[in-house]
T-cell receptor
Framework: GNSVTQMEGPVTLSEEAFLTINCTYT??????LFWYVQYPGEGLQLLLK?????DKGSNKGFEATYRKETTSFHLEKGSVQVSDSAVYFC????????FGAGTTVTVRA | DAGVTQSPTHLIKTRGQQVTLRCSPK?????VSWYQQALGQGPQFIFQ???????QRGNFPDRFSGHQFPNYSSELNVNALLLGDSALYLC??????????????FGQGTRLTVV
């Protein structure tokens, strides 16, 4: 079946550092790909999405590109802030969401 | 717009009991999906309701059942609770499940603890 594998954490960074979280997927067909973020004590929020190969999703300084040839959707941000501390989930949508295990990111001031 | 609302926020039940969780979807949404998120893990799909019928189901036993009402709200029922059912239960709403790029909006979740 379809599945998502993402980089294990936790990841600890200093403010203004570069963040990358790796995500690869296994799927039949061409699902849409998403990154969701979960701040402490809150539900999941959509961060960005891409619906077809070579699409780039972006939001709040985060970017991810749908790479069909490498079946990847890595999340990147050039300069993180303390407020980016959260758990990040990669997910694919084949009419239901399949999530990765999540990566906890902590940004220190 | 209130977004997706779930109740209760926290719940403690005893092993063997039954529990009902509730979800009201975002205004304009007609599809509700339920997910189980164990501590430190990603959410796992339980099932999806559309037009008051279960449309898809994940790998969960029949102890997990649900219902969708004409106003699109939904309930998740779990019978014969096990300690392993302790988790955060998330409800997500979206438009009709005909497109893979449909965005799902999540509620804050219900934290269920089975003792």
């Amino acid at each position: 079946g379809n599945s998502v594998t993402q980089m294990e954490g936790p990841v600890t960074l200093s403010e203004e550092a570069f963040l990358t979280i790796n995500c690869t997927y296994t799927a039949t067909g061409y699902p849409s790909l998403f990154w969701y973020v979960q701040y402490p004590g809150e539900g999941l929020q959509l961060l960005l999405k891409a619906t077809k190969a070579d699409d780039k999703g972006s939001n709040k300084g985060f970017e991810a590109t749908y790479r069909k040839e490498t079946t990847s959707f890595h999340l990147e941000k050039g300069s993180v802030q303390v407020s980016d501390s959260a758990v990040y989930f990669c997910a694919l949508n084949d009419y239901k969401l399949s999530f990765g295990a999540g990566t906890t990111v902590t940004v220190r001031a | 717009d209130a977004g997706v609302t779930q109740s209760p926020t926290h719940l403690i039940k005893t092993r063997g009991q039954q529990v009902t969780l509730r979800c009201s979807p975002k205004s304009g949404h007609d599809t509700v999906s339920w997910y189980q998120q164990a501590l430190g893990q990603g959410p796992q799909f339980i099932f999806q309701y559309y037009e008051e019928e279960e449309r898809q189901r994940g790998n969960f036993p029949d102890r997990f059942s649900g219902h969708q009402f004409p106003n699109y709200s939904s309930e998740l029922n779990v019978n014969a609770l096990l300690l392993g059912d302790s988790a955060l239960y998330l409800c997500a709403s979206s438009l009709a499940p005909t497109e893979m790029n449909t965005e799902a909006f999540f509620g804050q979740g219900t934290r269920l603890t089975v003792v």
